[in-house]
């Protein structure tokens, strides 16, 4: 599985890439992600990138790319790989095309979640995350048994500084500016796939596989 998972922020891309990866035994790559536990271990990276993100603005290019093409080389993501937050912009998408390239490989397909604005600030304002594992919660469509505490491994649950209402703002007129063309440039090259993201978790989970088996077909 070579897949892409391209949407606006609260589209569900992390959501339904963690199920695909542990589904189909690929990698998940997700770059917001490995940026949020840089800024957490103050590396480097995370010292550059912190700022940025808590402003919903994107880091640059350069270094995105660095570190997705360093990902995408590693042993586990030989099975295949989930992107997701990675492409998001023109410059990126054409380096991820030469990465790939040079691995001798190439996208099966890219999967375009379509969410409106409206349900895109609820999802997110709703937002939770396990400081332990990651694993997402949703205050109203996805609440923990116990108010803050994770099911799974009982870490605590915080929402993202970006989740907040200015900032959620902020990372959308960024998507449409910076991303959104992104789902042109792989129509143009026959790679795109679209699908309704709105519904049950499950229901869109069915949606992208369904999407990826055409895409193989
Ligand atoms: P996400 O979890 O995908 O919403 O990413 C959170 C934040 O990390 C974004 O708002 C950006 O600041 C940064 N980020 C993640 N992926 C990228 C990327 N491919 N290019 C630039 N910035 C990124």
Not at 57 to 84: H, K, N, Q, T, Y
Not at 89 to 116: F, N, W
């Amino acid at each position: 599985m070579r897949v892409l998972l391209l949407g606006p922020p609260g589209a569900g891309k992390g959501t339904q890439a963690d199920r695909l990866t542990a589904a189909f035994g690929a990698c998940q790559v997700s770059t917001g992600d490995i940026l949020r536990k840089a800024v957490e271990d103050k590396t480097p990276l995370g010292q550059k990138a912190a700022a940025i993100m808590a402003k919903g603005e994107l880091v640059p290019d350069a270094l995105m790319i660095d570190l997705v093409a360093e990902r995408l080389r590693r042993e586990d993501c030989r099975r295949g790989f989930v992107l997701d937050g990675f492409p998001r912009t023109l410059e990126q998408a054409q380096a991820l095309e030469g990465i790939l390239k040079a691995m001798g490989s190439e996208l099966d397909c890219v999967v375009s979640i379509r969410v409106p604005e409206a349900a895109i600030v609820e999802r997110l304002e709703g937002r939770r995350s396990c400081r332990g594992c990651g694993v997402l919660y949703h205050r109203v469509f996805h609440p923990p048994a116990r108010d803050g505490v994770c099911d799974r491994c009982q870490g605590t649950l915080y929402q993202r500084e970006d989740d907040r209402v200015e900032t959620i703002r902020a990372r959308l007129r960024v998507y449409e500016e910076r991303t959104a063309p992104l789902i042109q440039y792989y129509r143009d090259r026959g790679l795109l796939k679209e699908i309704d993201g709105v519904g049950d978790v499950d229901e869109i989970q069915s949606r992208i596989r369904r999407a990826w088996g055409e895409a193989r077909a």
